[in-house]
């Protein structure tokens, strides 16, 4: 019978253990992304529950998955909610984003499904891949400043850094979650069952600040279990806040839990 002392094996066990445990929560603690060295392509979707064309774009949307070089957004819109279904999903601030979008671009209307590339309307994204938005989308700028989000517990920061000349900038966050699901029972989504990614369901936008000085932004995330996985994005823009210049999204559980 072999009784060799077992207590170095339990020791570098422990040892080992310990390691792994403790990079992990290193690495909780170091909730954050950086930008890449080009910005993403920012693809927003305009859409709503009660908009009977819009499933087909919803579901287009969900196809785009490769964030670090687009970034995809589903802002739902109020303004159908009058037809029998009210969009859970819809706030004031999306609509109200939108009509904002269509004042930079000096458009007649608003509609649904719109999609938005890059702050500019974006007709042909049917089917299209993430490479192939890339290419359609024009390159928001040639000096695209530096973006670095963090997270601790309910609290966000992001800093942008500076960009050479008195050009100002401005941005907004989105919180955005995914896998929602809706049993429509009224309007001309009736009998369907919708299913959403990317959906915004906070957005802040940030004022213009001088983009010749580094800037740091802060966000309190809400109390609630709905908020402790999800992603965040932040989003750096002209001083319009339609067309992009950086942008980068967080994933992460809350670090405090």
């Known amino acids: 019978m072999n009784c060799q002392p ?10 080992a253990a310990l390691s792994i445990s403790t990079a ?25 529950e009660g908009c009977s064309s819009c499933p087909p774009a919803d579901r287009w949307l969900s196809t785009l998955n490769d964030q670090r070089h687009v970034l995809p957004l589903a802002f739902h819109v109020n303004y159908w909610n009058h037809l029998g279904w009210q969009d859970r999903f819809a706030t004031p601030g999306t609509t109200q984003r939108q009509h904002q979008v269509r004042a930079v671009q000096n458009g007649r209307y608003v509609y649904t499904p719109q999609v938005v590339l890059n702050g500019q309307d974006h007709r042909g994204w049917h089917g299209q891949s993430p490479s192939a938005l890339r290419q359609a989308g024009q ?22 850094g500076s960009i050479p ?16 699901v809706s049993r ?4 001309e989504n009736a009998g369907e069952t919708l299913t959403h990614d990317h959906v915004v369901s906070l957005y802040q936008p940030v004022p213009a600040w001088p983009g010749d000085k ?12 709905q908020f402790e996985a999800l992603r965040v994005a932040f989003v750096v823009t002209q001083p319009d806040l339609v067309r992009p210049v950086q942008g980068a999204v967080l994933k992460c559980e809350n670090p405090a839990h």
């Open 6 to 15: 077992r207590t170095p094996l339990l020791m570098a066990t422990f040892a």
């Open 24 to 48: 992990q929560a290193a690495s909780s603690a170091r909730c954050e992304v950086r930008s890449g060295a080009e910005a993403p392509a920012i693809v927003e979707l305009y859409t709503s």
């Open 139 to 160: 390159s928001p700028t040639d000096t695209a400043p530096t973006l670095l989000i963090r997270r601790n517990g309910n609290q966000l920061t992001a800093t942008v």
């Open 165 to 180: 000349g008195p050009a100002a900038l401005a941005g907004y966050w989105a919180v955005l979650q995914d896998g929602l």
């Open 184 to 187: 429509v029972t009224r309007g």
């Open 214 to 225: 580094p800037q740091v932004l802060q966000l309190s995330l809400p109390e609630g279990p």
